[in-house]
């Protein structure tokens, strides 16, 4: 039998592309060399490369995602295993290109990730299924800030965001009035387009759902305990939470969380990974976002909730990869 060669696509433009290889080596890791070649391609802002023996890097040809080896031989990838954080992998970019050359790819279709990587976005269209998610103000950069009807609306304590932004970069809470214009020009450093929300007092969980063997299914609900005010980038990557897997709460509230997961995942029309982040309150699960490429390193949540729900990483991976060998060129 013919094995399918995988490139694992790592990297990315944004901060995040540090986690992103993390992601990818445990990918690479996991795929079943019996039945895939696998390789890597590390995709940067400045260069797109093919990893090869020795850590040699081999130019990707851009006209057909193809590499020129040195014994003049091209490699060309049945499928790519995206596992890129934030820009280009997670919003649409990379998979509208590929579309473009007839690449096959794992994960959702260019729509669904642009879709998502717009928070404002997403849950205008979510809500259209009943599912709740904070009030909010959206606002453009060098549009006029109303800091009383902004506050009056939304109360303090209150959140400032980019609205396109992954890993919890420029996100402020602001308590007092007086801060709300300092946080707003924190956000508009990530993005030109920002969301003030108005705070929600609960639990934070966040949760895996993925389409494994025609089924969609619930990775797992952790509770995201914060050892600092709220979620951000350091307490994502750096440990300054508490996961919790599953998370300390009843059955009807699990049942709540997993069903509202599946229908915004059914919904949006995704596929492959995602996993979105809520706040329950009085036990209603309340959406902030979904992440189409959410980290996959050891020490990353999907990969934790899949190991709880006893699928092997490899079989996790390889569902991905078979999916795609079948989606239509």
């Known amino acids: 039998m013919n094995k399918k060669s995988v490139a694992v696509v790592m990297g990315g433009y944004s901060d995040e592309y540090v986690v992103s290889l993390k992601s990818g080596q445990l990918i690479y890791d996991s795929l079943d060399r019996n039945l895939y070649d696998v390789y890597k391609v590390v995709v940067l802002k400045n260069e797109w490369y093919f990893l090869g023996e020795n850590d040699k890097k081999y130019p990707i040809n851009r006209g057909d995602f193809s590499v020129s080896l040195d014994n003049g031989e091209t490699l060309k990838f049945d499928v790519c295993f995206n596992i890129i954080h934030g820009t280009p992998g997670e919003n649409g970019i990379l998979q509208a290109y590929w579309?473009?050359?007839?690449?096959?790819?794992?994960?959702?279709?260019?729509?669904?990730?642009?879709?998502?990587?717009?928070?404002?976005?997403?849950?205008a269209v979510l809500s259209k299924y009943g599912i709740p998610s904070a009030k909010s103000i959206y606002l453009r950069k060098g549009e006029y800030i109303d800091v009383d009807k902004i506050v009056e609306e939304l109360n303090l304590p209150l959140f400032v965001k980019p609205n396109q932004s992954g890993s919890s970069l420029g996100i402020s809470k602001v308590k007092e009035k007086s801060e709300l214009i300092a946080a707003t020009e924190i956000a508009f450093k990530e993005d030109d387009e920002i969301l003030i929300e108005s705070f929600l007092n609960g639990m934070e969980v966040s949760v895996g759902v993925i389409d494994f063997k025609g089924e969609t299914i619930v990775l797992g609900i952790t509770e995201i305990v914060p050892t600092k005010e709220f979620f951000d980038y350091e307490a994502k990557y750096e440990g300054a939470s508490e996961e919790i897997t599953p998370a300390r709460i009843d059955e009807e509230t699990t049942k709540r969380v997993e069903e509202i997961a599946k229908r915004a995942y059914n919904s949006l029309g995704m596929s492959g990974f995602s996993r979105s982040e809520y706040i329950?309150?009085?036990?209603?699960?309340?959406?902030?976002?979904?992440?189409?490429?959410?980290?996959?390193?050891?020490?990353?949540?999907l990969p934790q909730q899949?190991?709880?729900?006893?699928?092997?990483?490899m079989d996790l991976c390889g569902n991905e990869v078979e999916k795609a060998l079948n989606k239509r060129k």
Not at 306 to 313: E, K, N, T
């Open 99 to 123: 579309d473009a050359i007839g690449q096959k790819y794992t994960g959702c279709d260019f729509y669904q990730s642009a879709l998502t990587f717009n928070k404002k976005d997403t849950l």
């Open 280 to 301: 329950l309150m009085d036990g209603i699960p309340y959406m902030l976002e979904m992440n189409t490429n959410p980290g996959f390193s050891p020490a990353s949540i």
């Open 306 to 313: 899949a190991r709880h729900y006893g699928i092997s990483i």
